[in-house]
Every structure is written in C-alpha cells, then in structure tokens.
C-alpha cells in the first residue's frame, strides 16, 4: 500500500513565527511532490511542487526534499493568520508507471496561525 | 486564463439513484483527473483521461465511470449511488497529465446522497 503520511494537527503557530509542516511517503521510486493549500469548504489550491533534493523557495514558502528518508516538508515564513488552512502533501507515485498516474494524497495538516 | 470549472457545485440524491458531474479544464489542458474527496479517507485518485482516453484509474468500483469529449471536457458518473459516496468531488486538468506536471483543481462538486 503506497502511502502518504502527515500528522493530522493542529499544529499551532504565533503570528510571525515559521510553520514548519511534515510528509513521509513509501514509494522511493516517486518522482515528484506538491503542497496544495485547502481552506474549509474549498477546493485545494497548488501552493509549490518540488523535484529534486534540497530546498525550492518561493515567497514566504520554501520546499524540502530528502530522497533518501523519503520525507518532504514545508516551510511558512512571516506566519499569518490567513495562512491557517489544511496543507496537503501529494505524491506521484507512479501507479502504472506511465501517463498521468494520479497523485497520492496525504489527509493533510490542519495548520492555526494564532494572532 | 479560466480555471477548471465543475458542475453542477452541489447536489443532492438518493440512494439507488445515479449522477453525472461535469467539468470543462483550463484552456489548453488535455488531461483531466477526478478525485474523491471525504474526511475519513482524504483525497484519493478515481481516474485520469487525456485525449479521450482513461489512461490510469484508481482503486474504485465500477460504479465510478468516467469519459472525455474531444474539446476535453469530461464527465464522471456514478451508478446506484450509495450513502457512502456522499463527498465532495474534484476535477483536476493539466497540460499533459504526466510524471512532474502540476494538476490545478477546479472548485468541486458536493454530492449528499440521502
């Protein structure tokens, strides 16, 4: 079973603090990582993808990825309170091996920033 | 640019009953996914298609099917619809639906099955 995994939260930050936001995934052969952002009652919106090892920053947000412990992680800056959402962690994991293979989702963090 | 749009936004039937849910891509997209969406089990994958064809599917019934038109747009349907089925479901498109491209989602479909 190819797997996603995320701590559920809450995860409570103060405003202005750095939230820092947590995936493990199963299949070492997965190729490609994305964060999306989904506020209650919404469609999950991209926030970045990343695909190689290291550190992909953009805005306030900056992406990590470890290949090798198989674990991908968000960074959030300058935390503010409409930054409190569920982030979901996904996954291509290559399914079939070929074409669009759907993403595999983590059930995500729900993230509070407290004023 | 408009983003992918899906409908109808809400609905509401009954068990036994079936549905189809609509959804139009971005400009350009070929390839469309729809996913489930319920808070027990998160986000999980039903099928993809690009250019006509359902390349990959996940781990669900038969009751769930799917189609794309030439202009891509899709559809997806439920048969004999079970109160579990009640979720919100995502139409996602991207350009080329492989490995590394990123899939935008449009704003979902609530479906309550009574």
């Known amino acids: 079973q190819k797997e996603v995994e995320q701590n559920s939260g809450p995860l409570s930050v103060p405003e202005g603090a750095i939230a820092s936001l947590n995936c493990t995934y199963s299949d070492r052969g997965s190729q490609s990582f994305f964060w999306y952002r989904q506020y209650s009652g919404k469609s999950p919106e991209l926030i970045m993808f990343i695909y190689s090892n290291g550190d992909k920053e953009d805005g306030r947000f900056t992406a990590q990825l470890n290949k090798a412990s198989q674990y991908v992680s968000l960074l959030i800056r300058d935390s503010q309170p409409s930054d409190s959402a569920t982030y979901l962690c996904?996954?291509?994991?290559?399914?079939?091996?070929?074409?669009?293979?759907?993403?595999?989702f983590g059930k995500g963090t729900h993230l509070i920033i407290q004023p | 640019k408009a983003g992918v749009t899906q409908t109808p936004r809400y609905l509401i039937k009954t068990r036994g009953q079936q549905v189809t849910l609509s959804c139009s891509p971005i400009s350009g997209h070929r390839s469309v996914s729809w996913y489930q969406q319920t808070p027990g089990q998160g986000l999980q994958f039903l099928f993809e298609?690009?250019?006509?064809?359902?390349?990959n599917k996940g781990n669900f019934p038969g009751r769930f099917s799917g189609r794309q038109f030439s202009n891509s747009r899709s559809e997806m349907n439920v048969s004999t619809l079970e109160l579990g089925d009640s979720a919100l479901y995502l139409c996602?498109?991207?350009?080329?639906?492989?490995?590394?491209?990123?899939?935008?989602f449009g704003e979902g479909s609530w479906l309550t099955v009574v």
């Open positions: 298609y690009f250019s006509e064809t359902q390349r």
């Open positions: 996602a498109s991207s350009s080329q639906g492989g490995t590394g491209n990123t899939i935008y």
């Open positions: 996904a996954v291509n994991m290559g399914l079939s091996g070929g074409g669009a293979d759907g993403l595999t």
